[in-house]
């Protein structure tokens, strides 16, 4: 046997490896361009309004959830519409119809960039933010799994919208499904019936509740459920197999049924004492706080202080300022206005403000009909309008004329500290619906 | 069904709403270039569609590469082993030539591990090996169609449908371009539809001419030109005399159908 000797190694010209069809689908055409339209709707809508949430992570994720749902996902169902237009408008259809890969497989593909790019968005938003309040929280945690169920709903609305763009041969389609998808998403949003949990926009408003668990896991099944089985029912092939849609459509409505028996008004939302829990500084009077505000504490105290140091040791000044959802639980107890309102980015923005505010609930009382009437009531309204002026000015710019009271106010400001606590102890003890018993600076 | 015929039509009907597009047509083509002329509104497009599996018919029977290609599990298989250019071929503007001849490869099931080099070959057939990596939508109106017929070809197909080919391509193109049918046709079965008769005479070795649904002639180019008999002219041309045997065999069908009418009332 002879050997031969081995031929020279050449190097083989290979072709660069061909472009897998998802990945080209990804790349090419409408889809990059919607993940970014979504992201930048998001992220600009939420740059707008950002001292309202940026404080706490229950505000952030909620406006997260009402902005994905009725800007996002009218914007996904628009650009799936669209794209699922494509081969219509691009007169590829009767090439496909030649081809052997199964319409499921293709639509698979093909509506990939509809679902993908608008969930990435959504999620690079939602990252965005939520690393934008970060900073400036207290207490809890994002609620991740609401962020999912959105990022899922709006998958799930990129994907029928790109069943109803191959279904319905109409330029106008993907505009108008926009237009009606954002109508009817927010006319879901505000329907008095526990249906506006099935959507993605619904609204809750409270920083100290928290979702049920199994909200967001089953939410997400809903939307998924909805989607798989429109997919389904257009893309199988033969006919007879479409009955299989009926299985994730099943999936989906069995999810909505516990969703359906949600209380209306709270729907998955719980209080959460932890949230609630009150947060106190050792001052006289102690300044309360819950503890998703703990951050805010030493500047409300800061702001409290001038009012404070008058009320310090008078009978009937406030023994505790406390803030949450219980309210003043202990005799002694006085309410403070919401720190949410006047705190952005764990700073009080106006103090000034907050302080004016505090004296306004210090001194407000609630008087049945027919009281706080008389010949003097008049005189007692300016009286209390010249004390809260002289304890915290009302800010210029907020329209408080106070000329009426500030005889009154001058002659409060020219007593002696002794005398302007005695006058203050007085007022204090005539607190009430009596307008002949509030004294006269 | 002859083992070398990829098609055997019989009886084929199709049917536009209210209007007969093939009227109970039998044909049957092996191996080689076969061009499909007849005028406008013969039945062309709608005979390559049936082929290309695309339309239903009314009614007939239509083996492609010996299976029955009104069959859902049969039809699958032909399709595999078939190319198809539309006559108004659809494309994704963003998507390169290579990204686009590679999307059609997976639509037609080619196996992963063949597709790039099966790419480059088609693009480079059709002349585009230059342009491989540039957006369709950047290409011109002939190129376009370059990149149509190397989507068509991607797969190394045993049928192949070419409806109108040659539209939009310029004179050095179109030379190309029978060059390639010439070179597909020796090892598959290539149709191509067409009205331009020069595409036939230069690159078809069978003729099909279909007038009102019906078949009006087959055989070969040779026959056709035949038919024309001898021209007076000095300067003959192989496509004028392809152009006499047309229209001849045109006009015998028109007079042989006008007779079977008479004959019926």
Known sequence: MTTSPAPPRTRRATPPGAPSPLVTELRRGLGPWTGVAVALTVLLSMYGKAPDWQSRWSDATQLLHVTAGLLAGPLTLAAGCWQGGRDRRRRTTDLWESVPRPLLRRLAVAVAPSVLWPAAGLLLADVVCLLATWPYVSEGRPFLELLAADVVAVAALGALGHVVGRLVRWRLAAPLLGVFGYVGLAIGSYTESAARWLGPASEHQSVWDRPVWWFAPVSMVWAAGLALSALLAYGLRPARLRPLALLPLAVAVAAAAPILRLPTDTGPWRPDPALARPVCDDGTPQVCLTAVDRALLPEVAAALAPLNSRLRGLPGAPVRWVSGPYGPTRPGDVELPDTGQDATRGRLTRPDLYLNSAVSWLFSTTCRPGENTGPNAERASVVHLAVSEWLAPTPADYGVDPTAAQPYIDRLRAKSPAAQRDYLARYLAAKGCDPDKVPVP | MNPSTAVAVTGLTVRHRRTVALDRLDLSLGPGVHGLLGPNGAGKTSLIRVLA???????????????????????????????????????????????????????????????????????????????????????????????????????????LLLDEPTAGLDPEQRVDFRSLLRELGTGATVVVSTHLVEDVAAACTEVALIEGGRLAFQGTTGELTALGGVSTEGNDSTTHAVERGYTAALRAHRTSAENAREALR
Do not use: C
């Open chain 2, 53 to 159: 599996t695309v339309a239903a018919p009314f009614s007939g029977r239509v083996e492609l590469l010996g299976g029955d290609a009104t069959s859902h599990r049969e039809r699958t298989g032909i399709r595999r082993r078939l190319g198809y250019l539309p006559q108004e071929f659809g494309y994704y503007p963003g998507f390169t030539v290579r990204e686009f001849v590679a999307y059609v490869a997976w639509l037609k099931e080619m196996p992963s591990d063949r597709v790039p080099a099966a790419v480059e070959r088609a693009v480079r057939r059709v002349g585009l090996g230059d342009r491989i990596d540039a957006k369709m939508k950047t290409l011109s109106g002939g190129m376009v169609r370059r990149a149509g017929i190397a989507q068509a070809v991607v797969n190394e197909p045993e049928l």
